[in-house]
């Protein structure tokens, strides 16, 4: 159980593209999903909270119009990251709650994105 | 001061020794900690969570809490090559607040 998918695992695009990325709950319901980033050798930056059904919480810093994210359903939430930059790449992953022990959080396999 | 430190590494253990990782933590609120394992190229996978002053152990892995000193550990015994990876450290403020360490790079030699 708790198993979290995300799609694409790789993406490459061209610089002012936008890219969509999806995190799925594949065998539980997550109201809450986590968006994160990993540049290389760093550790893993919460970007945002995603919220079934309202609005998502940004991090401080970062960009709510350049990083879109709808959580339309229980079990998807998406990261769009509109007009990419060359300094947007890096690995996103995505995480979701359970609920089946506090705060314990299950990861999706990440997407790493190249913008050329 | 960061949230949750850790030490960088890398930490080199014989194949068959006891790995030992540290980390601490500034919010005396937290409520739950946890040990990700993640191998490079890889997302983070969970190995330990902690809730309570004292120590769980789960296969060759111990996971230690001190909230007094805002210390966790993780022992990892018996070490093999394949446990070769970076370790992250997590704690938890509230439901959904997870902090995360830098993480400790650990190589067990064969």
């Known amino acids: 159980g708790a198993v979290v998918s995300q799609h694409p695992s790789w993406v490459i695009c061209k610089s002012g593209t936008s890219v969509k990325i999806e995190c799925r709950s594949l065998?539980?319901?997550?109201?809450?999903m986590f968006w994160y980033r990993q540049f290389p050798k760093q550790s893993l930056m919460l970007m945002a909270t995603?919220?079934?059904?309202?609005?998502?919480?940004?991090e401080q810093g970062v960009e709510k119009d350049k990083f879109l994210i709808n959580h339309a359903s229980l079990t998807l939430s998406t990261l769009t990251v509109t007009s990419a930059h060359p300094e947007d790449s890096s690995f996103y992953i995505c995480?979701?709650?359970?609920?089946?022990?506090?705060?314990?959080?299950?990861f999706g396999p990440g997407t790493r994105l190249l913008v050329l | 001061q960061k949230e949750v430190e850790q030490n960088s590494g890398p930490l080199s253990v014989p194949e068959g020794a006891i790995a030992s990782l540290n980390c601490t933590y500034s919010?005396?609120?937290?409520?739950?900690f946890f040990w990700y394992r993640q191998y490079s190229g890889k997302s983070p996978e969970l190995i330990m969570s902690?809730?309570?002053?004292g120590d769980k152990e789960d296969g060759r892995f111990t996971a230690q809490l001190n909230k007094a000193s805002q210390y966790v550990s993780l022992l990892i015994r018996d070490s093999q090559p394949s446990d070769s990876a970076t370790y992250l450290c997590?704690?938890?403020?509230?439901?959904?607040?997870?902090?995360f360490g830098a993480g400790t790079r650990l190589t067990v030699k064969p």
């Open positions: 919010d005396r609120g937290s409520q739950s």
């Open positions: 995603s919220n079934e059904g309202s609005k998502a919480t940004y």
């Open positions: 997590a704690v938890n403020r509230n439901n959904n607040d997870m902090r």
């Open positions: 065998d539980f319901q997550a109201t809450t």
């Open positions: 902690i809730y309570s002053n």
């Open positions: 995480s979701a709650n359970p609920g089946l022990a506090v705060g314990t959080q299950y």
